[in-house]
């Protein structure tokens, strides 16, 4: 943990950056809700929050714009989302660094997080000439039938802390161009990051030009601004990213008015080492997907099956790159691990530790790492082989915790890695081609992403990104994502002069 360092002052930090990007000091400064870095633990800004009525008067005046917005030609609303991609990039090096601040990012993330947020702007300037639908064959003669996408109407944005302004952007690119007003409730954690990219958003509409007054808007809160959001009729879908948690009370909620959700919840992702895995490349793919971003990531590696003929070759050396990963200040220094988000983070992780050894498990690493402040929580990751999938391996905890299980039989690991409420990402590493397709075939992996010789994080915008299951169902970002954000019309036109009814039905009068 020898890592040379610097020091950074936070506050003063954050505050410079949110001023060169434009955001009034009064919507950070002398609020009511605080926002810490998890870099020192110190209280970094104090955000003013919204009240209901004032969540409703931006939900109001989102639709309102949403009105005139739909009648914008696609092709037009993607110039807006090719100008938030220009401000992006200028602004990367800033925002990027306010992840960091914000979210406890080690700085390749932080900038990658953002760059992600410029991928899926290009994605969605192409896609802005591309929603169409199919034209269907009719059984009638003399008429076409087609389908056509329009916009849907304001689209709620719920995002958890992990990934503070990437979900938001791939929502929110693909909202705008396919005509949607977009309502962001961003983490309570992670506000700063939102007022920083609805800054940049409005640099873009600035050089856009005549873009409808309250287009975007962001409610500064903590959950119960979501429930509002939630709950407001003028808003028919809401994309909610976090916990399975909160995706349980939003999704009946949205159910309950018949409002569409697209719901990204929590992972718990395996990866198998298979006998004639590359165990090179087996063993970079598992230490970035299971120690990178401090384990914070809904794709994280949590669980790994390794084949008993690898496991004494493959374990030791992951345990030696668990001992030697450098964990510290992702801002002072070049460490590859940082901070976990806060002292619950922290404790959760201890909990589920302790239940791990109780349960049988040997646990590798674990233990806080002082970087500095007694107010922020760095912990060496840790690895806990167990005797056999139970207890805490089970269910997500939030932290570097990767659970290793030896395997025998292929048929039986694949039952043990479909056998958890999550469905989110999964992996192989084989070079047995009979392995790899069975993994992706229907009998396979039941996850959402499927992955073959790379790990289970990591995605790029131009898949469809989601789970199954417990993960919610939800799919965002690439393909044919942007589906879930219009509304299909099916369209008959009959151009003959007679009137036949389908399926040879009469109704003479
Ligand atoms: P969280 O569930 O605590 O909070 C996420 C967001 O939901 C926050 O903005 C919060 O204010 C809001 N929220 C919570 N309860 C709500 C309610 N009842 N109504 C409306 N809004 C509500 O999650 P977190 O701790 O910020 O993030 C970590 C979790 O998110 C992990 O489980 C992780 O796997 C998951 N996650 C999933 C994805 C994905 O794409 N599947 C991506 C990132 C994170």
Redesign the pocket.
Known sequence: MNIAAKAVNVVEEAAAILSKLGVAEQLYKGGDMPSYSPVTGQEIARLKTVSAAEAAAKIEAADKAFRAWRNVPAPKRGELIRLLGEELRAAKADLGRLVSIEAGKITSEGLGEVQEMIDICDFAVGLSRQLYGLTIATERPGHRMMETWHPLGVVGI??????PVA?WSWNTALALVCGNAVVW??????PLTALASQAILERAIARFGEVPEGLSQVLI???????V??DNPKVPLVS????????R??GP?LAKRFARSI?????NNAGIVCPSADLDMALRAVAFGAMGTAG?????LRRLFVHESVYDTLVPRLKKAYASVSVGNPLETSALVGPL?DKP?FDNMQKALTEAKAQGGTVTGGERVEAGQATAYYVKPALVEMPKQQGPVVE?T?APILYVMKYTDFDAVIAEHNAVG?G?SSSIFTLDMREAETFLSSEGSDCGIANVNIGTSGAEIGGA???EKE??G?R?SGSDAWKAYMRRATNTVNYSKALPLAQGVSFDI
């Open positions: 719920i995002t958890a802390f992990n990934f979900v409730k961003p983490s309570e954690k992670t809160g903590d959950r119960a601004i979501g429930e959001m939630v909610a990213t976090g916990s399975t948690r909160m995706g009370e939003v909620r719901l990204e919840l929590g992972g914070q990531r809904c794709t994280t988000i983070a997500e939030f999550a989110l990104f989601g789970g993960t919610g939800g965002e």
